[in-house]
């Protein structure tokens, strides 16, 4: 089992015992990937089962406070509760998904603190620098990406897209992968910020950014997506 699917919880047979298989097959998958230091995209996936649950559980908490309806399904589009009035098999059905969704959201939990413990980790050991002298504008440029005292050095052309929700002001970070550095004595960040004005005249000035990691963790299950995260919220700052 690679992956969890959305509807998990109510495709094919309903029975707690099987669920709970089901379950513990994928966080068994999950934890592997932990004890290697890869969390993504396992980590997110993790986070997203247990917000659905938890929106899952309290729609039929609320529904069953205010109207009293027996639930009779779940539509996993949009996260709703679908109700009527229901045979006594199917009550026991819904009784069932609820057990099961007690019993996942406590484990679901526990993995997000796992990870975020190894995101926590990574990110203590990232430092950012600035290559050469930064223009005002920085919301595209290059991100240098490299293990300290590691001789690759990754090379990504960003953009950093700023966008409204309701609530809050949101920023995006789209990457494209340029080219791979050696490191050497005369090959420093300065002279690859050189060679990538050079290169590529779409952007004469560009904002050049470095980020070392100094701890070694899987490149593109772990680094370069906290790296990523971490570039957004410390150039936005």
Same mark, same amino acid.
């Given at each position: 089992?690679?992956?969890?699917?959305?509807?998990?919880?109510?495709?094919?047979? !309903?029975? =707690?015992?099987?669920?709970? &298989?089901?379950?513990?097959? +994928?966080?068994?998958? *999950?934890?592997?990937?932990?004890?290697?230091?890869?969390?993504?995209?396992?980590?997110?996936?993790?986070?997203?089962?247990?917000?659905?649950?938890?929106?899952?559980?309290?729609?039929?908490?609320?529904?069953?406070?205010?109207?009293?309806?027996?639930?009779?399904?779940?539509?996993?589009?949009?996260?709703?509760?679908?109700?009527?009035?229901?045979?006594?098999?199917?009550?026991?059905?819904?009784?069932?998904?609820?057990?099961?969704?007690? +019993?996942?959201?406590?484990? =679901? +939990?526990?993995? !997000?603190?796992?990870?975020?413990?190894? &995101?926590?980790?990574?990110?203590?050991?990232?430092?950012?620098?600035?290559?050469?002298?930064?223009?005002?504008?920085?919301?595209?440029?290059?991100?240098?990406?490299?293990?300290?005292?590691?001789?690759?050095?990754? *090379? +990504?052309?960003?953009?950093?897209? =700023?966008?409204?929700?309701?609530?809050?002001?949101?920023?995006?970070?789209?990457?494209?992968?340029?080219?791979? &550095?050696?490191?050497?004595?005369?090959?420093?960040?300065?002279?690859?910020?050189?060679?990538?004005?050079?290169?590529?005249?779409?952007?004469?000035?560009?904002? *050049?950014?470095?980020?070392?990691?100094?701890?070694?963790?899987? =490149?593109n299950e772990t680094l370069l997506p !906290?790296?990523?995260?971490?570039? *957004?919220?410390? !150039?936005?700052?």
């Amino acid at each position: 089992m690679s992956k969890l699917a959305t509807n998990w919880l109510t495709e094919n047979h !309903i029975d =707690f015992e099987y669920k709970k &298989y089901m379950l513990l097959a +994928y966080l068994q998958e *999950v934890e592997q990937h932990y004890n290697s230091t890869q969390i993504y995209p396992w980590l997110t996936e993790v986070m997203d089962h247990y917000r659905n649950l938890l929106i899952v559980k309290n729609s039929a908490e609320n529904l069953t406070k205010g109207f009293h309806k027996e639930i009779k399904g779940i539509d996993w589009k949009r996260l709703s509760i679908l109700y009527e009035n229901n045979t006594e098999q199917d009550n026991e059905v819904m009784q069932e998904v609820k057990n099961i969704i007690e +019993y996942s959201l406590p484990l =679901f +939990y526990q993995y !997000i603190a796992d990870g975020k413990k190894i &995101y926590d980790y990574v990110e203590e050991h990232l430092q950012l620098k600035t290559v050469g002298i930064s223009p005002l504008r920085n919301k595209e440029g290059y991100l240098l990406l490299n293990f300290n005292k590691q001789k690759d050095i990754h *090379v +990504y052309q960003y953009c950093v897209s =700023f966008f409204e929700d309701a609530t809050e002001h949101l920023k995006s970070l789209s990457t494209e992968h340029i080219e791979t &550095y050696t490191s050497t004595i005369s090959w420093t960040y300065e002279k690859v910020k050189s060679d990538l004005i050079q290169k590529r005249k779409e952007l004469p000035n560009p904002a *050049v950014y470095a980020i070392e990691c100094t701890v070694k963790v899987p =490149f593109n299950e772990t680094l370069l997506p !906290i790296a990523k995260r971490y570039f *957004v919220s410390r !150039i936005s700052a």
